[in-house]
């Protein structure tokens, strides 16, 4: 079983910047961030691979977001840059143990609110 801990959440103008992170107790192979406004359905976000650190963008974020990880420390972070207010939402970090398939593990959510 493998835990998973965001922290980075919070209040920021459109424009602005945040940085999430994810500490996983445990080796994974990928790790990945959705996230789920009100009202909508979750969405994917990035996701990274552990070997060869092979990146995935969802089109919302693509050029705005990027995806980076410490494999020696379980770790995932998601640098948020040209924050809109669409981007405000319930931030999940998300692992997976194969290269493919649904992911096993998922963490609590953190909340970015991007304000106008």
């Known amino acids: 079983q493998v835990q998973l801990v965001e922290s980075g959440g919070g209040l920021v103008q459109a424009g602005g910047s945040l940085r999430l992170s994810c500490a996983a107790s445990g080796r994974t192979y990928v790790m990945g961030w959705f996230r789920q406004a009100p009202g909508k359905e979750r969405e994917f976000v990035a996701s990274i691979r552990g070997s060869g650190g092979t990146t995935s963008y969802g089109d919302s974020v693509k050029g705005r977001f990027t995806i980076s990880r410490e494999n020696a420390r379980n770790t995932v972070s998601l640098q948020m840059n040209s924050l809109k207010t669409e981007d405000t939402a319930v931030y999940y970090c998300?692992?997976?143990?194969?290269?493919?398939?649904?992911?096993?593990?998922w963490g609590q959510g953190t909340r970015v609110t991007v304000s106008s």
């Open positions: 998300a692992a997976r143990l194969e290269i493919g398939g649904a992911y096993d593990y």
